[in-house]
């Protein structure tokens, strides 16, 4: 009776012992599956969503092209004023910059794109974009949040609620950073070269996510090392002599050189790029020309290099560079003009970083909703905030609905892509496992102390 009665308190004692173990990491966020803690979040979010999806449709409805966000940001940084954050304007033309500071520790960056694209929405939605405006090449088109950059916003603000609501869930500093002119791959570096590192505390990680129009709700994706491709804007302007149409002969046409150019611009990659090194060569824009019966005197070449490599990039110039003066040669035209505009260099996310923020996505959304995902030839100007050795890491946003996603797959047809006019976001589950995967790595990455 007696040995019975020992072994009884001495499982008694393991079995409380167990328990307060278990109690401690579940406060700490560092045990079991689902947490307590993970449940409050999501009770948290829900009760919030109506309000976030009032903003989402307001930031949807008035969208601004590349280093014209003045409204925007003047409106993100009211939402950072109103959780507390010392917030700063004007930071590279319309950047933002809120800093939130909770005790001693780290310093974490979140950031958001504010820009929208010149595209005209067809979703049909009742808050869709109505704007219309002028360009800055001076043409007259619509402007629609055609890349997630409303859902980016929306999900900035809403984790930083979520941490002003929590502030003994972790401690440090968190830079939110509104980012203007993603879009045009110019916005990050205008706002570093506006001192966003001097100015305001350095951060020991950078985080961003992005949506995906290929994954549905409920799963976040990521990619380890090299994830998006470096993105280089070339400009060509091939040069003729014009004339009038029914007396080619007395002219060289540009438009018949710029058709050659355009045919021949697809070798490079074909022949003469390394076939496990992945290269892009598209023309996205042609322009020339007024009428049916005049040949221009020139016509203007609109190109996007992607690359994961410098030397490649360097390939892809110098072969649109010899294409064009030979071309020119060949058909006794003017010498054309190439020029490099916006550049950004591809997107790396920290190996060390990601291995170290993958868990806490996993316990928080389950491992069947933490995938991995192949990189990208898209292009972003995130992999800017890794100067001076910041780790970084985006991570991408599933925005569709598996429904769509399966019916797609059985049918074939296409879903709408990123800068489609027809691209919607299913946006109350999306942003909130955006919070969700938000919330869950700056609490891994800035522990509160004990």
Request: proline share 6%; aromatic share 6%.
């Amino acid at each position: 009776m007696r040995v019975r009665r020992e072994r009884f308190l001495f499982g008694l004692s393991i079995g409380l012992r167990f328990a307060c173990a278990c109690a401690f990491w579940c406060a700490a966020g560092s045990f079991g599956s689902r947490s307590a803690c993970a449940d409050e979040t999501d009770a948290w979010i829900e009760s919030h969503l109506d309000e976030f999806e009032q903003l989402y449709r307001h930031l949807h409805a008035h969208p601004e092209l590349s280093f014209h966000e003045a409204e925007t940001s003047k409106r993100i940084a009211a939402e950072l004023r109103s959780i507390g954050a010392e917030t700063t304007e004007g930071v590279g033309k319309y950047g933002v910059v809120g800093v939130l500071k909770n005790g001693p520790g780290r310093v974490l960056l979140l950031r958001s794109d504010l820009d929208a694209l010149p595209v005209t929405e067809a979703t049909g939605l009742p808050f869709a974009s109505k704007i219309k405006t002028t360009d800055d090449a001076g043409d007259k088109t619509g402007v629609m949040h055609a890349c997630g950059h409303d859902v980016h916003m929306t999900n900035l603000i809403a984790t930083g609620r979520w941490l002003k609501d929590h502030m003994s869930a972790w401690s440090g500093t968190i830079l939110f950073i509104g980012q203007p002119a993603e879009e045009k791959i110019g916005g990050a570096r205008a706002m570093l070269d506006d001192g966003l590192y001097r100015r305001f505390p350095k951060p020991d990680f950078a985080l961003a996510l992005h949506v995906a129009h290929d994954l549905e709700t409920g799963k976040i994706g990521y990619c380890s090392g090299p994830a998006m491709a470096g993105s280089t804007s070339v400009d060509v302007i091939v040069k003729g002599r014009g004339g009038h149409g029914a007396m080619p002969q007395n002219t060289v046409d540009p438009i018949v050189l710029a058709a050659l150019l355009v045919v021949d611009l697809q070798t490079i990659v074909s022949r003469e790029i390394n076939p496990i090194h992945p290269a892009v060569v598209t023309v996205g824009a042609i322009h020339g020309g007024t009428k049916h019966n005049i040949i221009p005197n020139d016509v203007h070449l609109q190109l996007t290099l992607r690359a994961f490599r410098d030397d490649v990039r360097d390939l892809l110039i110098e072969g649109i560079k010899r294409r064009a003066h030979a071309l020119a040669q060949a058909h006794r035209a003017p010498e054309p003009e190439v020029t490099i505009s916006d550049a950004t260099p591809p997107t790396v996310n920290t190996p060390e970083l990601v291995k170290r923020v993958l868990p806490a996505f996993i316990q928080e959304l389950g491992k069947n909703n933490v995938i991995e995902v192949d990189p990208t030839m898209g292009a972003e100007d995130f992999g800017l905030f890794g100067r001076d050795g910041v780790p970084t890491f985006m991570f991408r946003l599933g925005t569709i609905p598996p429904a769509k996603i399966t019916a797609s797959r059985e049918n074939g047809e296409p879903l709408p892509s990123l800068h489609s006019a027809l691209y919607r976001p299913d946006f109350r589950p999306s942003v909130a496992v955006a919070v969700r995967a938000c919330s869950a790595a700056i609490v891994e990455l800035l522990p509160p102390k004990k």
